[in-house]
Every structure is written in C-alpha cells, then in structure tokens.
C-alpha cells in the first residue's frame, strides 16, 4: 500500500507529497581521486579512467578499482569484485615482468 512522503524540489523549495510504494534514493558520489589525478587519467567528473574492461589504467602497473573507476554502479560489492580484479591485473603484471 501506497503511503505518502513529502518531497521538497531542489530549484525553489516547493514541497509535495507523493504517494510510494518504495523508492531508491541516490545520495551522490564524489570518486576521491586527486590523490592521483596528477599521473593517472581521469574523466570529466574525476573517475579514473582504465583500458577497456581491465582495471589497468594510463600507467603502467598501476591499477584502479572499485568506486574511483566505477561511474555507473558505485557500490561495496561491486567495488569488492572490481578490487579482486585488480589484484588479479596486478599479479599478472608483476609475472609477466618478472617480479
């Protein structure tokens, strides 16, 4: 059933209510990657950018993951799986250079 929530628009304050079964609420993101956006490249909005679907990025042996590379998803699990990638990237690296 149904219940109402108030909403308030972003542009001039006016509140509403509207009636919802459930909603999802996105809070907003912000990838944190200014650390390395000196060396590492990243996009418009601060994603760091990796090469196709590796999580390699510009530099050579550095990889990137989870929600800093990850524009569209942005969550812990994803960015559990996309961590084990790069791990998995980096060992690869360091075998083929023989480290």
Not at 1 to 9: E, G, I, L, R
Not at 21 to 36: K, Q, Y
Not at 65 to 77: K, L
């Amino acid at each position: 059933m149904a219940s109402p929530v108030s909403v308030s628009k972003k542009t001039n304050g006016e509140v509403f209510d509207i009636k919802v079964d459930g909603f999802f609420l996105g809070i907003g993101h912000h990838p944190n990657s200014e650390l390395v956006s000196e060396w590492v490249s990243t996009d418009e909005n601060g994603y760091i950018i990796t090469e196709g679907k590796t999580t390699a990025t510009n530099v050579e042996g550095v990889f990137a993951a989870g929600d800093v590379q990850d524009p569209r998803y942005r969550q812990a699990i994803t960015a559990a799986a996309s961590g084990c990638r790069a791990a998995m990237d980096a060992e690869k690296f360091l075998i083929e250079k023989g480290e």
